[in-house]
């Protein structure tokens, strides 16, 4: 059967030349077929030359691009793009790590396989589709991670029932695609942390901030530490093994449920840590001379474009909370998970928070995603974690 043929307007072209993986609509020409929602389509330019294939999607992204040169997207084909993003975990010493079985394997555009995520935790795989070609796909990927990892996997769960585009009309279940699992206990450089992706967010954990909690861990000798949005307790765990005291505020019950299993988990019952649900900013109103360290790892704050300024007035006001009423002397980690929001824009944000409270400020450290969600240099988007460790005189 003869594909679906996609042609960019005039100079639309340059895009993907620089292999970025997106199509976007406004630059489509004309659509030759009918292509249904995860259909694979070929992309030419305005000339008729080819362009790419990829995954039809009706919405802002229209095409989210699997290779550039001709080829058939089969079981081969993926099994192959699985064996790289595999290969480049092992490389890195991820795969094999004593104290580390939890990260990122599959990375979407990082790992030229866009609208993928496989995150793998202690034996199982939890999948999330961000697109319609790829969940058509999921019990074939199933099928190439036991393949690939043989007793390494012992199950794969597919979460993509809150991450398929809304408007395909797929009603996604969430499933074991193979084995089943309870809940597991993973390690992470070290320290044990229960992952329940039935119920946590995104697949369970925040793997992205790995490094980041590692580095924390340098800094927490002796202090009090103050970890908002605390989630399951990431960051307070790492801190927890020298500090003085710890306290975890979330806004949701079941995520500080799980900050004290995890805290449990790495120290038993400790006086020295203590959780608050509260509103994060309600907390930040009056906690003057209490913290020498805080840490703020919200949610996104802005996931479109459209709400960019506001996103950024919210960082602001965030650090400026935190950096008026920090100790003397303090430290501050400070974060942004928004696509949109650049590296630029955040330091920005902080620049300006800093200023409104007229301290000295330094910046000790930029910080970022680690090396399991790789960025790929064609397309800048797949950067979306940025950091900054601030010292505050």
């Known amino acids: ?61 229209a095409v989210r691009i699997l290779s550039f040169t001709r080829v058939e997207p089969d079981i081969d084909f993926f099994r192959d793009r699985f064996r790289k993003a595999i290969s480049y975990r092992e490389s890195v010493g991820l795969l094999n790590d004593p104290g580390t079985n939890v990260f990122r394997l599959i990375y979407a555009e990082g790992d030229d396989l866009p609208g993928l995520i496989i995150d793998y935790y202690n034996g199982v795989a939890v999948m999330q589709t961000h697109s319609v070609g790829m969940y058509r796909l999921r019990r074939e990927f199933a099928s190439i991670l036991k393949e690939l990892l043989g007793d390494k996997i012992t199950a794969v769960y597919d979460k993509s029932e809150g991450t398929i ?24 450089n070290g320290f044990k942390f229960r992952i329940d ?47 003085r005291l710890v306290h975890t505020v979330d806004s949701s019950a079941s995520a500080i449920d799980m900050a004290n299993e995890n805290i449990r988990l790495n120290y038993g019952d400790d006086a020295r840590h203590e959780s608050f649900k509260v509103d994060a900013f309600d907390f930040l109103n009056d906690i003057k001379g209490k913290y020498d360290l805080i840490i703020l790892d919200p949610p996104a704050f802005a996931k479109h474009q459209n709400v960019l ?20 002397g303090g430290i501050i980690f400070t974060f942004s998970c928004s696509q949109v929001v ?15 409270t007229g301290r000295r400020v330094k910046i000790m450290h930029q910080i970022g ?9 064609y397309h800048p988007e797949s950067e979306y974690l940025k950091g900054l460790v601030i010292y505050v005189e």
């Open 197 to 243: 992706w039935t119920t946590g967010q995104k697949t369970g954990f925040f793997i992205d901030q790995r490094e980041n909690r590692k580095l924390l861990g340098e800094y927490t000798d002796g202090r009090s530490v103050l970890n908002m949005f605390g989630y399951t307790g990431g960051f307070s765990v790492y801190a927890m093994k020298n500090a």
């Open 165 to 188: 585009p809304h408007m395909s009309g797929i009603s996604a279940v969430n499933e074991f695609l193979y084995g089943n699992s309870d809940p597991v206990v993973a390690t992470e």
């Open 342 to 356: 650049t590296k630029e824009n955040f330091r920005k944000s902080v620049f300006a928070a800093a200023a409104n």
């Open 1 to 61: 059967m003869e594909r679906v043929k996609i042609v960019l307007k005039s100079g639309k072209d340059q895009s993907p030349r620089r292999y970025h993986p997106w199509i976007f609509s406004g630059a489509i020409k004309k659509i030759y077929g009918t292509p249904v929602e995860g259909d694979l389509v070929e992309v030419y330019d305005n000339k008729d030359e080819f362009l790419a294939i990829g995954h039809y999607q009706p919405g802002s992204i």
């Open 369 to 377: 995603q680690p090396v399991d969600h790789p960025v790929n240099i």
């Open 309 to 328: 300024a506001n996103a950024l007035q919210g960082y602001k006001r965030l650090n400026i909370k935190a950096i008026e009423q920090i100790k003397p």
